[in-house]
């Protein structure tokens, strides 16, 4: 019984281990959409058996970063451009609604969670570290959710966060991942507006901010991948 225990211990520890290090890879786009992900390969390459690598993909698929195909092979998700229309729309109400939640909500406990991981976001720009830069601000605009009191909202916003991650990538690689100070700025205007309890103005800053994301993502289709895609928020 206690070597089943202990079997069961190191499979887990080794699906983590491939779980995470794929999910690095496919969203930092190291694995690019499309990429194969075949189980023998995998499992030469992580030195394990293909159970906690079939495991892994299995997580990732629920992820919606994997996908079977019907011949079983397994690939990276490819990125849906035709569907960035609707998601953004979405995102940008997401956006609003979290921003302005906060500003009309006081937690000084969470207001200092959101300043630290403005500052994570800040250091990661400063040092062109893009994986580190989606992970702080997809916590940042959480934390602003929680701020504002609806678990709903959270829970979705963080789901859409997660979906977009690649797609962010994508827009901090416009930059080549040099992103403006500007872009930090915007962060520090925002927890400026939900400290001041000042609902409006965080939701012309949360339209503003979601709206010149748009944009730049718009540009990148158009101009790099000849693949013209009409993304509006009306």
């Not at 690019?32 to 997580?59: K, N, Q, W, Y």
């Not at 990732?60 to 996908?67: E, H, I, M, R």
């Not at 998601?87 to 630290?116: H, K, Q």
């Not at 990538?169 to 080549?176: A, C, I, Q, V």
């Amino acid at each position: 019984m206690q070597n089943d225990t202990e079997n069961v211990r190191v499979r887990g520890s080794g699906t983590q281990s491939v779980y995470v290090t794929l999910r690095r890879e496919i969203l930092s786009m190291a694995l690019e959409p499309g990429s194969p992900l075949d189980e023998v390969r995998l499992s030469e390459r992580f030195g394990m058996s293909r159970t906690p690598i079939r495991e892994a993909l299995l997580r990732l698929v629920a992820d919606g970063l994997v996908t079977t195909l019907p011949n079983r092979n397994t690939i990276v998700a490819p990125i849906d451009f035709a569907s960035l229309p609707t998601y953004f729309e979405a995102l940008t109400l997401m956006y609003r609604v979290t921003t302005r939640g906060a500003a009309e909500r006081r937690n000084d406990e969470i207001m200092e969670s959101i300043r630290l991981h403005q500052k994570d976001f800040a250091d990661a720009v400063a040092a062109r570290d893009a994986y580190a830069m989606i992970e702080a601000n997809r916590e940042f605009h959480v934390a602003i959710a929680e701020l504002a009191g609806n678990s709903y909202y959270t829970t979705f916003f963080a789901k859409l966060l997660d979906e977009g991650r690649r797609i962010l990538r994508l827009y901090y690689s416009t930059f080549d991942d040099r992103l403006p100070r500007q872009y930090v700025d915007e962060h520090e205007e925002i927890i400026a507006a939900i400290e001041a309890g000042d609902a409006d103005r965080a939701d012309r800053l949360a339209i503003a901010h979601a709206g010149q994301i748009v944009r730049q993502i718009q540009d990148y289709i158009a101009r790099d991948l000849d693949r013209p895609v009409a993304i509006s928020l009306s």
